[in-house]
């Protein structure tokens, strides 16, 4: 992806000297995995501050939850954070990752379902050396920006799918292909992909307006498009 994922920080205030460390850690993805991070402490003079929360975390791909006793009992970052990030999360609109500051009862509450960091031990609290707990917090950052990232292209990609074959359907032929060519620069790498849709549409510009050979060229320029399609979804660049 060509942009940067915004990942939000949702953490209670009591919990800040965490989410500065955090924040620290946090440099590491900024500078590797193409990242953009923000929290309420970015909020600038002037600007009305809830709207300005709302925005960045409906805006954000990646939404962290620091969760602690602290943050359970933060009516703002409880009630309204999490359950906007929640609901964009079952929406499938962002990944929500909880972060276990420090010991909690969890059951029943919505980030109880949700896979956590760090790893083992299971609350940062635990870990004696709290950067060798930040450090596997963002080892597991890692991995699922990678995983959200693939999530988002095989999405992009069934979606462009569709509208080719759509077009195919529909007996729109020319405007298949031109998507198809919008397909093939999109989702591979380099020219080869893109020459072939080029080559399918002047085969197809070549009998246009000639009755009879129109019918028997547009089975074979269909059967061209869906060759191509699973060619681009199967390329190591979509793997």
Known sequence: MADKLKLF??????DKNEKERLQVHLAN??????????ADHMIV??????PAIFNKLRASQLILLLISPDFIASNYAYEKEMGE??????????????IMLKSVM????????LQTLPTNPRYLSDWPDQDAGFTDI??????????????ILSRDILYR?????????????????????????????GNEYRRKAL????????????????????????????????TIKSSPHNA
């Open 106 to 113: 969890e059951a029943g509450h919505p980030f109880s379902r």
């Open 199 to 230: 080559a399918i549409k002047g085969a197809y510009k070549s009998v246009e307006g000639k009755k009879e050979q129109i019918a028997l060229n547009t089975i074979e320029v269909n059967e061209q498009i869906l060759i191509l399609i699973d």
């Open 29 to 38: 993805l900024e500078r590797t995995n193409n990242i953009e991070v923000w």
């Open 9 to 14: 920080i949702s953490y209670s205030h009591i």
């Open 45 to 50: 003079a002037g600007q009305e501050w809830e």
């Open 138 to 151: 963002i080892r597991g950052l890692a991995q699922s920006v990678d995983l959200f990232i693939k999530d």
């Open 161 to 189: 799918e569709q509208e080719v074959l759509d077009y195919v359907i529909a007996g729109e032929i020319l405007n298949a292909i031109d998507r198809l060519l919008d397909f093939a620069t999109e989702f591979s790498e």
């Open 85 to 98: 990030a929640i609901a964009l999360h079952e929406n499938k609109k962002v990944m929500v990752i909880p």
